[in-house]
């Protein structure tokens, strides 16, 4: 447990985040397809390489979510990425999830992540091939009648029992209740649902025995739907409301809560990112480190810059 803490506390480090590297191969095809890159194993491993190396990274980063086949590979030189990222004090972790499938009796669209049977069995390997920490993403939808009690209560059992097979094999589980921005929902609706989700996900981490100083939390930010009228709302008004959400369901046991950025801009993210922690400041007892696991607009701007071979 002493090592889970102390790898937790590493990655959430004071004004460090984490990199979200962790593409599936069709999902950074149409990544590298933007930048005008064909979809190849080579790409995909220059691609990396060309962020995993970026002087001064580990200034910034403290831990990078990869893919299985990243977390494998090595520089055009013969280093692996693994030993690149510790060189900067950057800690590898790994999505362990094996994507979405359609929630049994659920609502409509409502899914569940598949990837637990044979779960411990691929955590040792990732374990031995110098992963720190792993992923699982969960995603949650909203409208007037959902998400239902079954796929809250599935996905968050199903994250716990995740992050519990984690913990077992040495890895620091970072946690992703995704609630959807997809749909007209009121910035107040969102607010509901996140503290009915994310004190969902910690009741059951708490069931499963979990051990909560050892893992990281990944929300979203407390924003209205994409079709809401009005658009993006100001920074101030995003911290307000994901600061009072937060406080009311998520335990000081956890130390980080670490934002994705969800459909947000990358300019969105980061403005709200820092009016939140303004926030956290100004109304105090806020225990969490208050941070990002971003990717995105950032790598597909860096890839540009890639080697076509």
Not at 49 to 57: A, H, I, K, R, S
Not at 145 to 154: F, K
Request: proline residues 6%; charged residues 20%.
């Amino acid at each position: 447990m002493a090592d889970l803490a102390t790898v937790a506390a590493a990655l959430s480090a004071p004004g460090k985040g984490l990199l979200a590297s962790d593409e599936s191969t069709g999902t950074i095809g149409k990544r590298l397809e933007k930048a005008g890159l064909p979809n190849t194993e080579d790409i995909r491993r220059a691609y990396r390489e060309l962020y995993y190396t970026t002087p001064g990274m580990g200034q910034y980063i403290s831990g990078v979510i990869m893919f299985k086949e990243t977390l494998l590979q090595s520089t055009a030189d013969g280093r692996r990425f693994v030993d690149v990222l510790a060189e900067q004090g950057i800690l590898a972790g790994i999505k362990v999830d094996e994507g979405l499938a359609p929630l049994p009796d659920g609502g409509d669209g409502e899914t569940y992540t598949r990837g637990l049977e044979g779960l411990e069995a691929a955590c040792r390997e990732y374990v031995a091939a110098g992963a720190k920490f792993a992923k699982w993403r969960a995603t949650i939808k909203v409208s007037d009648v959902l998400p239902t009690d079954l796929a809250v209560e599935r996905n968050a059992d199903d994250l716990a029992r995740y992050a519990k097979i984690c913990q077992e094999c040495g890895l620091v589980p970072v946690v992703e209740p995704e609630i959807l921005i997809d749909g007209a929902h009121s910035q107040e609706r969102f607010g509901a649902v996140t503290e009915r989700v994310v004190g969902a996900t910690v009741a059951a981490l708490w069931r499963h025995g979990v051990a909560l100083e050892g893992c990281l939390l990944k929300p979203q930010m407390v924003i209205p739907g994409a079709e809401a009228e009005g658009g993006p709302l100001p920074p101030g008004q995003v911290a307000r409301a994901t600061v009072a959400a937060l406080r009311r369901v998520v335990p000081p046991a956890i130390p980080g809560i670490m934002f994705l950025s969800g459909g947000q801009s990358e300019e969105e993210a980061t403005a709200n990112l820092n009016a939140i922690n303004l926030e956290a400041q100004a109304a105090g007892r806020c225990p969490w480190a208050l941070s990002f696991s971003f990717g995105r607009a950032l790598q597909v701007r860096r890839a540009r810059g890639a080697p076509a071979s």
